[in-house]
């Protein structure tokens, strides 16, 4: 399987001409979404999705379906049977990829801000994305993708996360808001001048690849 990051919290996983994308929101270049053959979205904020982008490429891709929770597809009423409702628990087969579902809620931005629905997605048991979220699977993730920064975390939960889910190794995410120095910093402490974890922490940037 070939992971290829596309910005922010966006990610296609590939295996000969099944592409399986995840969360392409607002701060990814909507060509993620070229040749798709399935979409995962975990919630609703729109740097992880954005439905008139969505419905676009619905309209242009016969046969290109999206996988989701209740509240993103509500956003997507009008498509019919080519938006799947999922929820924790569920194990399904989507573009020939196997797939489980982790996690019901958004990580809490605030005690008075309400919290989403948020999906986690495990991918032939190889790759693991939380969304917002440090959901932890009940099985082990060879592969973590860690959201790196966001207004709902502090770096220290983020190193707690990772030493939680004890993955083979990680891939940063969500890291759209930070500029060159913060990625710095932020990795580092993850990394080689962090307290330390048992998890190697890497960054792709936006085009890159890697085979898992």
């Known amino acids: 399987m070939e992971l290829t990051k596309h910005g922010h919290a966006c990610v296609v996983l590939a295996e000969g001409d099944r592409r399986l994308v995840v969360d392409p929101g607002a701060f990814t270049d909507p060509a993620a979404l070229s040749g798709a053959t399935a979409v995962l979205v975990t919630h609703e904020h729109p740097d992880h999705f954005v439905p008139d982008r969505l419905r676009a490429a619905l309209d242009s891709t016969p ?13 997507l009423e009008g498509a019919g049977d ?12 989507i573009a020939g990829f196997d797939v489980q579902v982790h996690g019901e809620l958004h990580a809490e ?6 919290r989403v629905a ?18 932890v699977p009940e099985v082990p993730v060879p592969n973590l993708l860690v959201p790196m920064h966001a207004p709902w975390s502090a770096t220290a939960e983020v190193i707690d996360y990772l030493r939680a889910v004890h ?32 998890t190697p922490v890497s960054r792709l940037a936006p085009g890159d ?3 898992l």
């Open 63 to 75: 046969g290109l379906e999206v996988w989701t929770n209740r509240s993103v597809a509500a956003h």
């Open 82 to 93: 080519r938006v799947h409702v999922v929820g924790a628990g569920d194990a399904l087969t």
């Open 109 to 114: 931005i605030h005690p008075e801000l309400p």
């Open 118 to 135: 948020n999906v986690g997605f495990l991918v032939d048991g190889l790759v693991f994305h939380p969304g917002d979220a440090f959901t």
């Open 167 to 198: 993955a083979d190794q990680a891939f940063v995410v969500h890291d759209g808001l930070l500029n060159d120095t913060g990625l710095g910093v932020v990795g580092g402490l993850l990394g080689e001048r962090g307290p330390g974890t048992p």
């Open 209 to 211: 690849s890697v085979e």
